[in-house]
């Protein structure tokens, strides 16, 4: 099975500031690599599929990139809608679908 | 508009059995492979099981094979998990999703939680 890890774990973010998280997969997915949102309660919401496309009415400060075992997602300017956590997920090698343990962005 | 609802949630005691029903509308339900996936309170998202549009390719997660079950009912734009055998560990959100195999999952419901608990 792939193995997703997201770092770091928590990021204390002041809004305004340019974000990046990380996620690794333990071997290649090509570009088969999504990005979710999810906020408190809520369901997760896909932001970013096959690494960098973002997802219908997805605000243009989100972008992704990386291919083969390493991705990153860019926020480049947090708004306060943006606090919550981020999860990748790889669906190259199925089964199974593959997720991060999440990454939760937080007010500084 | 894509609309995700599950149901069926509830309070089991371990060893129990419980059905989670998902209805989906505004796609062509009957062309896409579902999927289903829980988050553990306090955890990350667990991908649980899916099925094609035609119930031909089923997938489970280890941990569920032989206690979990998968169907679909396409003229009823529905799916289902029958949960048998509950543990404390299945304990969960338990989310239906969209999207095929080979893309990611799209579009989700709010969730339905099931707590198996003495």
């Known amino acids: 099975d792939i193995v997703m890890t997201q770092s770091p774990a928590t990021l204390s973010v002041s809004p305004g500031e340019r974000v990046t998280l990380s996620c690794r997969a333990s071997?290649?997915?090509?570009?088969?690599l999504a990005w979710y949102q999810q906020k408190p309660g809520q369901a997760p919401r896909l932001l970013i599929y096959g690494a960098s496309t973002r997802a219908t009415g997805v605000p243009a400060r989100f972008g992704g990139s990386g291919s083969g075992t390493e991705f990153t997602l860019t926020i480049s300017s947090l708004q306060s809608e943006d606090f919550a956590v981020y999860s990748c997920?790889?669906?190259?090698?199925?089964?199974?679908?593959?997720f991060g343990q999440g990454t939760k962005v937080e007010i500084k | 508009e894509v609309q995700v609802v599950e149901s069926g949630g509830g309070l089991v005691k371990p060893g129990g059995s419980l059905r989670l029903s998902c209805a989906a509308s505004?796609?062509?339900?009957?062309?896409?492979?579902m999927n289903w996936v829980r988050q553990a309170p306090g955890k990350g998202l667990e991908w649980v099981s899916s099925?094609?549009?035609?119930?031909?390719?089923?997938y489970y997660e280890d941990s569920v094979k032989g206690r979990f079950t998968i169907s679909r009912d396409n003229a009823k734009n529905s799916v289902f998990l029958q949960m048998n055998s509950l543990r404390g560990e299945d304990t969960a959100v338990y989310y239906c999703?969209?999207?095929?195999?080979?893309?990611?999952?799209?579009?989700w419901g709010q969730g339905t939680l099931v707590t198996v608990s003495s």
């Open positions: 999703a969209t999207g095929d195999y080979g893309d990611p999952f799209d579009y």
């Open positions: 071997q290649s997915v090509s570009s088969n």
């Open positions: 505004g796609f062509s339900f009957r062309s896409s492979s």
């Open positions: 099925i094609s549009s035609s119930s031909s390719y089923i």
């Open positions: 997920q790889q669906y190259n090698n199925w089964p199974p679908w593959t």
